[in-house]
């Protein structure tokens, strides 16, 4: 049972570039989540999916789109990389949304934007 | 503006001590409340969880204190152990509106021997 998987694991990106995070679930959760973590800032979310096909702006949207493939699978798209997104970011899904229950993590991407 | 925060960066806490990390939130609409551990080059694991109808759930070592007419909750660890040396965050949401699990900043965790 592999979870939540992300890919790639690393990844560098120059200015401008585009680039898609992938991120797959194999426990059949209805809410799918992106965070980044930086320094200093904790986990800020920055879209999140209560089912397929629905998308919702999180805290910190600008600058991605997001695409909830289907039910197993929810992608986070940088169409033009800054070096502000320089970041590591995490996919993690729950089978409720917030609702009494926890969300389970991918091992991360760690992404640089030169 | 911090939904969810968590104002010591770090702690330092001798092996075998209790280790108290400590959050506070400002959404009164958040009913559920989760702490996560997390380790260098990991991604964040649940801990313990507590629900806005309860004040304490216990689970092992680790211990949750929830008090709603502060809007403040603990994490209490005991006794600590070098394992336990992590990030703890704390996160919460508001079942009632909305999917959103909102985190706060994390609290370094450093159990001395």
């Known amino acids: 049972n592999a979870g939540v998987t992300q890919t790639p694991k690393f990844q560098v990106l120059k200015t401008g570039q585009s680039m898609t995070l992938q991120c797959a679930q194999d426990?059949?959760?209805?809410?799918m989540y992106w965070y980044r973590q930086d320094p200093g800032m904790g986990l800020r979310l920055i879209y999140y999916?209560?089912?397929?096909?629905?998308?919702d702006k999180g805290e910190v949207p600008n600058g991605y789109n997001v695409s909830r493939l289907n039910k197993r699978e929810f992608s986070l798209r940088l169409e033009s990389a800054a070096p502000s997104q320089t970041s590591v970011y995490f996919c993690?899904?729950?089978?409720?949304?917030?609702?009494?229950?926890?969300?389970?993590f991918g091992q991360g991407t760690r992404l640089t934007v030169v | 503006d911090q939904q969810v925060k968590q104002n010591s960066p770090s702690l330092s806490v001798q092996e075998g001590r209790i280790s108290i990390l400590n959050c506070d939130y400002t959404?009164?609409?958040?009913?559920?409340f989760l702490w996560y551990k997390k380790y260098p080059a990991e991604g964040p694991t649940f801990l313990i969880s507590i629900s806005s109808i309860k004040d304490k759930n216990e689970d092992g070592r680790f211990t949750v204190f929830l008090n709603k007419s502060a809007k403040h909750l603990s994490l209490h660890i005991v006794p600590s152990q070098p394992g336990d040396s992590a990030v703890y965050f704390c996160a919460a949401s508001a079942a009632s509106r909305d999917d959103k699990i909102i985190f706060g900043k994390g609290t370094r965790l450093h159990i001395l021997p």
């Open positions: 993690a899904s729950t089978a409720l949304g917030g609702v009494n229950t926890e969300a389970f």
């Open positions: 959404n009164s609409m958040f009913d559920y």
């Open positions: 999916s209560a089912s397929e096909g629905t998308t």
């Open positions: 426990m059949n959760h209805n809410s």
